[in-house]
């Protein structure tokens, strides 16, 4: 008798799937220290231990024997904007599982819905008129998340006949609104005098940058991916049956209008907060989930906790790579993201066409 082979991965045991979370943690944790350490100026692995120990403990227990800049370059620069990576990689991750189970597609991502180029229009709008000045540094989330619920409210209307929405109605709308919102913010770039100020943080900014980081936007994204995060692991079940089709999920006694809802508001909200802090990043929402589907499975309770650390660890990778490749200056992390993932991308739509040609 033949000795059946057993494939490596996916992981089928539970104690292997616990290894790798382990082990992407520690790598987590190793990128998010090399990213606090490599930059314009790079700092001493002693000096990042003793600040990181002192301000998140509330005292003293390293002699504060350094420069003060270099304390506000770990404690006010650098540790928001890697933590903050690490957010919009997860939540981007998370989006993408959202999108791909409400579509049934392994293509999808988190823009398409249009989503995204609602929230960059909105955010840019507030960027170029101010009209949300009294919110003050909040003005641009709040545009973000504002033209993220118009684009996405937008889609439904024009992807519903008879007051259904098919996956394939919802994707062809989303394309549409993207162009549209896309249009409009261009728009709105070329208006505006070329050369100024606005037009060049527009400019950067859609070219998505973590440049702009900070604990106060920190505590907002990581407060909107903490709630998705915990919404959609209560979802787990409910999501696999959804893949299953909507026929089978409805036999079961799943109510997939209600739960497709969510998954389009939960989008909305982590996205357009999302977008509202980085830009938009294209193609984390695409990979990751995919990769990790091929590692961990099929499982939500199982891919939705280790897709988050992977995409986010790889953006906290590719923060690294933008603040260094061209040092002193930087590089918009979008260019990087798009770098690693379109290839990728294509390598999924050839893979799918040579499944298809048999």
């Not at 227990?61 to 370059?73: N, Q, V």
């Not at 037009?199 to 070219?207: F, L, N, R």
């Not at 961990?296 to 660890?313: F, Y």
Request: with cysteine; charged share 15%.
């Amino acid at each position: 008798m033949e000795k059946r082979k057993t494939a490596l991965f996916p992981l089928n045991k539970e104690s292997h799937f616990l290894i790798f979370c382990i082990v992407m943690l520690c790598v987590m944790c190793i990128a998010m220290f090399m990213a606090m350490r490599m930059g314009s100026v790079e700092i001493d692995s002693d000096i990042i231990k003793g600040v990181l120990v002192n301000k998140l403990t509330g005292r003293e227990y390293y002699p504060a024997d350094w420069e003060f800049s270099l304390e506000s370059i770990i404690w006010d620069i650098r540790a928001p904007r890697v933590f903050t990576a690490f957010i919009v990689g997860a939540g981007l991750t998370m989006c993408g599982i959202l999108m791909q189970v409400l579509t049934k597609n392994s293509l999808a991502d988190p823009y398409v819905l249009g989503i995204s180029h609602g929230a960059s229009a909105g955010a840019v709008s507030v960027i170029m008129y101010g009209y949300l000045w009294f919110l003050g540094g909040y003005g641009t989330m709040a545009g973000a998340f504002m033209g993220a619920l118009i684009s996405i409210v937008l889609a439904i209307r024009i992807a519903s006949v008879r007051k259904t929405v098919s996956a394939t109605q919802l994707v062809l709308a989303g394309i549409a609104v993207n162009a549209l919102f896309g249009a409009i913010t261009n728009l709105m770039i070329y208006h505006t005098k070329t050369g100024s100020d606005k037009v060049k943080t527009a400019s950067y900014w859609m070219m998505g940058s973590l440049s702009g980081s900070s604990w106060e936007k920190l505590k907002y994204a990581t407060i909107a991916f903490l709630v998705c995060f915990a919404f959609i692991m209560l979802l787990t079940r409910q999501l696999d049956v959804l893949m299953l089709g909507d026929d089978v999920a409805s036999t079961v006694g799943v109510n997939t209008d209600k739960l497709k809802l969510m998954i389009i508001l939960l989008a909305t909200l982590l996205t357009g907060v999302i977008v509202s802090v980085s830009g938009p990043i294209g193609f984390v929402g695409l990979t990751f989930p995919h990769i990790t589907r091929g590692i961990v499975g099929t499982k939500h309770r199982r891919l939705v906790p280790a897709a988050v650390l992977t995409g986010g660890t790889f953006l906290v990778a590719a923060d690294i790579i933008s603040r260094v490749i061209v040092a002193p200056e930087e590089l918009p992390i979008g260019v990087v993201a798009a770098f690693f993932g379109a290839p990728f991308f294509l390598y999924l739509i050839r893979k799918g066409n040579k499944k298809a040609g048999g």
